[in-house]
């Protein structure tokens, strides 16, 4: 019951409050970008989808955190989560600063997360460390992905995108370290197509 109290209190600051950073925005250390109207919309939709993976991040980690009977392994989530946590707040702030919004959705990409990373925790300990290895790779072919549509000048926004993407790859690394057992195929293609789903959506609303 206390793993789920600290879940439900984690949900309530991830989507209601403005989240505190740990570590210093990455961008702090790039020069403040001068950007178009147009140039600002695309960023502001592209940080927004990546606030969004997130906010999913930390419903994931914390499913999974309240399930596993391993202490060891809870631990390693949380930190994960804790480091999630610093890039929800890095792209929520250059969100404000872009003059942008988060997804009105975010919610609901909670929720679902959270279910998904249940499900995948009540399974064992390997399949949810072979999901979070498969999300975390997922998340940084499409984090790339964002550096290659982002203008060149937004270098605050890249700034944070190139962190972001570091820090998935070393989640995925220390999940596939601990244990992991690949995920089938066609779970894997069901995330993606979920995933798809979730950033087209979440570019607009």
């Known amino acids: 019951m206390d793993r789920f109290l600290i879940a439900a209190d984690s949900a309530l600051r991830t989507l ?6 740990g570590a210093a ?3 702090a250390a790039v020069p403040a ?4 109207a147009p140039q600002k919309r695309l960023s502001g939709a592209l940080m927004r989808v990546n606030h969004v993976g997130e906010v999913c991040a930390q419903a994931l980690y914390m499913a999974q955190s309240c399930v596993t009977d391993d202490a060891a392994l809870r631990s390693e989530l949380l930190a994960a989560a804790r480091e ?3 890039h929800l707040a890095w792209t929520r702030e250059r969100l404000d600063q872009l003059g942008s919004r988060p997804s009105l959705l975010n919610p609901l990409w909670f929720a679902g997360a959270f279910a ?3 499900a995948a925790a009540r399974i064992g300990d390997r399949v949810s460390l ?4 498969e999300t975390e790779r997922q998340v940084s072919e499409h984090l790339q992905g964002h550096l290659g549509r982002l203008p060149d000048e937004d270098l605050p926004s890249r700034a944070i995108v190139a962190r972001m993407q570091q820090d998935e790859e070393r989640h995925a690394a220390q999940a596939q370290a601990a244990g992991a057992a690949p995920l089938p195929p066609p779970a894997r293609w ?3 197509a979920a995933a798809k789903v979730m950033t087209a959506t979440a570019h607009y609303i």
């Open 190 to 192: 069901l995330m993606r």
């Open 25 to 27: 925005s990455p961008a």
């Open 130 to 133: 072979g999901f979070v290895v």
């Open 116 to 118: 998904i990373g249940l």
């Open 84 to 86: 999630e946590a610093d």
């Open 16 to 21: 209601r409050a403005t989240p505190p950073a």
């Open 33 to 36: 970008a001068e950007l178009s």
